[in-house]
């Protein structure tokens, strides 16, 4: 079983910034595609942005948001500048475990996913 967990989440205000981390105690998540994914009150889950053979952001968030990975620990990182109200959400985790090429910024498809953070933005 792959755990991931994220933290870093709160409150802040707009114009903010937040950075989110996600770890894990299973080295194997270092060789796949992490990605964020973020789901809002009464919407669908959505992707943020994802790293692994490339990386790739949402068009809400670029030029706001960086992903970075650190594969010696392993812990995906979010940071998250100029924060909008619209950015809250509960964010979460995904890790295509030992699969590099990513599949995506479409929550479909991900094996593996931590519980979130919720960040809020007023």
């Known amino acids: 079983h792959v755990q991931l967990v994220e933290s870093g989440g709160g409150s802040v205000q707009a114009g903010g910034s937040l950075k989110l981390s996600c770890t894990s105690s299973?080295?194997?998540?270092?060789?796949?595609?992490m990605a964020w994914f973020r789901q809002a009150p009464g919407k669908e889950r959505e992707g943020v942005a994802s790293?692994?053979?490339?990386?790739a952001y949402a068009d809400a968030v670029k030029g706001r948001f960086t992903i970075s990975r650190d594969n010696t620990k392993p812990t995906l990182y979010l940071q998250m500048n100029n924060l909008k109200a619209e950015d809250t959400a509960m964010y979460y985790c995904?890790?295509?475990?030992?699969?590099?090429?990513?599949?995506?910024?479409?929550?479909?498809?991900?094996?593996?996913w931590g519980q979130g953070t919720q960040v809020t933005v007023s």
């Open positions: 790293s692994g053979d490339r990386t």
């Open positions: 299973e080295y194997r998540v270092r060789a796949g595609c």
């Open positions: 995904a890790s295509d475990l030992g699969r590099w090429f990513c599949r995506g910024l479409v929550p479909s498809g991900w094996p593996y």
